[in-house]
């Protein structure tokens, strides 16, 4: 006799990473969140999260459930880089059977439930995917050093590359510039670059509401930098939908900022995501089962 | 009675270092190179190094001369940064005496041979500065992860940059797309950034080659890149030039690239450094005394 099968769902980022257990009925039984799980960052931290919230959820379900009868689908950050999933791939789990896809892949399937659509992260990194025909095609999250266009840590360190020109007199000084000097508490382009030594993207993020402000108040600078974010979400956006067949969700912290900005064109495809990642993952998950 | 007194210049960077010794009355009496001397990155190598350089310098002189009877006047990397300046000075040294400055100041100071000028470096970063009425103005110089716009880094940054723009098709694909695929062996934009990742600034700079070759074969990227390089090098160039009155020298690596693509006005302003920063510094050290 086999045991019933089950299916959990797990979105899982570089903060927290939640679980959703469903039967093959399409019944949610328990729902949990635990910590981190960013495979890139570390594949070990990351199962122990996934069994900890999966355990959670198996335990608010009531049922006398082992996770050996349950198939594990999920979307992680990270799972972009192949290395990082062979990595995860490599560590003895206690899952019936795992599939692991990139976050954006399981936020895009949540978004459109599993139909052809398109979506674009704009929060501390940007990225965007488009799901059709069974198939992602993916643009931008290559990171701050060489990319995220548009995301919070963009903002940031365009802020403070600006402030740096401005305390040379290459541009004007702004509102932003001295909303960058005051959020530092600095008076000299030596003092701001010895605080951001070694800054990161979550680092950079942080100055992202200076800029937000600073074009609210109709910063010359600060409007600059935003327009040209926007510019380029649209272009991905617009290269992901298919000549502009696909829906496309915008998600992401900027996104209230920049969805105004959008190109006419991309504002009429918007549509709200109509579901999570967890359970974009698990309807992948029973496609394929 | 009181030993004869001597001055070493010492002109230091990250990869190598160069000492001058002369006595007061402007004779040089030997000169050596040793090993790195970036205070920055590590200050006891860059002690260990700048001795080195002078133990082999004084040696060369024929002359009973030790290093207590020797003032040693230092441009070295690293000494815009006050907290490297202070680990350096706090190590014992057997100098009678030492004046640390940065490379940049010596290398002023030795274009001009002491006189009122500006100096504007381009190589791997890039960096500026005016001396004048005993004072040093700077520009730049803050690092490719927030700046050094122009210079070599920059430069293979904004081409890594663009390629994965342009694998995006956020960008045309140029000849400039094709050759940095074709640096790094790759097809693909993860290809691309797991081959960068980590990459600081004279890793982008190694790509510098490759942005001339293609602004040489017209291509519209490349020429725009470098055009926009040699705007910021000219607004600095001005801005230090003191509506320019001041003698500018243009030194480093990018410097016969971007030279005709400055303004007329900076343009009319270039010299030939008149000297090395080793003399420069000594120099300066001799009306110190």
């Known amino acids: ?73 999920a979307g992680l950050a990270g799972a972009n880089i192949p290395s990082a999933v062979k990595q995860f791939h490599s560590l003895p789990n206690p899952f019936k059977a795992v599939h692991v896809m990139s976050d954006l892949h399981s936020a895009c399937l949540g978004a459109h439930n599993g139909s052809p659509g398109a979506l674009v992260i704009c ?59 005051a959020h530092f508490n600095l008076k000299t382009a030596a003092e701001l670059t010895a605080q951001v030594k070694g800054f990161k993207g979550g680092d950079y993020g942080v100055l992202a509401p200076v800029v937000v402000d600073a074009f609210d108040k109709d910063c010359s600078i600060a409007t600059a930098l935003i327009t040209k974010g926007a510019s380029y979400l649209s272009t991905i956006a617009a290269s992901l939908s298919d000549n502009y067949r696909l829906p496309l969700s915008l998600v992401g912290g900027l996104n209230g900022i920049y969805s105004p900005l959008l190109t006419e064109q991309v504002q009429s495809l918007l549509v709200a995501p109509k579901s999570s990642p967890q359970t974009g993952v698990i309807e992948y998950m029973k496609r394929k089962l």
Not at 4 to 27: F, P, S
Not at 163 to 174: M, P, Q, R, W, Y
Request: hydrophobic share 40%; proline share 1%.
């Open 123 to 181: 929060g501390t990194g940007s990225a965007g995917t488009a799901y059709q025909n069974g198939e992602f095609f993916d643009r931008g999250g290559y990171g701050i050093a060489v990319g995220d266009n548009a995301s919070g840590a963009w903002l940031g360190l365009e802020a403070i590359k600006y402030t740096l020109l401005a305390f040379d007199g290459v541009k004007e000084k702004s509102v932003l510039f001295f909303s960058v000097c």
């Open 1 to 73: 006799m086999t045991k019933e099968a089950y299916i959990i769902g797990v979105d899982g980022g570089g903060t927290r990473c939640r679980a959703q257990l469903e039967d093959m009925h399409g019944n949610i039984l328990g729902q949990a969140e635990s910590g981190s799980a960013n495979i890139m960052t570390n594949a070990e931290q990351a199962l122990r999260s996934i069994i900890s919230a999966s355990e959670e959820a198996v335990y608010r379900a009531g049922r006398p459930i082992s996770l050996d009868q349950v198939y594990l689908g």
